[in-house]
């Protein structure tokens, strides 16, 4: 569970406490991430986005950012994946459908 801690640092692995104490000894305490939009490809596509350009800031290694472009595309695989389902049993559905009275097929 990525958390963010109060100084703007994120801890990885979910450590617990001590092993997440900063050198000074101080305890930090741990605060939620903001929720990312997924819903779509396109905020999947927007959230890529925002990924490349913090590579290119600096304000994230490029190492990281290429584990979370990966994922992300996983994340946008598995929605086109859902989606062609979805469209297919639709198309499916009304292929075999019956025919109604007074059309051909």
């Given amino acids: ?53 913090d590579m290119r800031a600096g304000r994230i290694q490029s190492q990281d950012g290429t584990r979370l472009a990966y994922v992300l595309d996983m994340i946008r695989k598995a929605y086109e994946t859902a989606v062609l389902a979805e469209r297919l049993e639709l198309l499916e559905r009304t292929i075999n459908l019956p025919p109604t009275k007074g059309t051909k097929r």
């Fill in 1 to 53: 569970m990525n958390r963010k801690m109060t100084d703007g640092t994120r801890t990885y692995g979910g450590k617990e406490a001590p092993e997440c104490e900063p050198p000074s000894g101080k305890v930090l305490a741990l605060t939620s991430l903001p929720k990312i939009d997924l819903r779509d490809a396109h905020a999947i596509r927007r959230e890529l986005g925002s990924v490349y350009r």
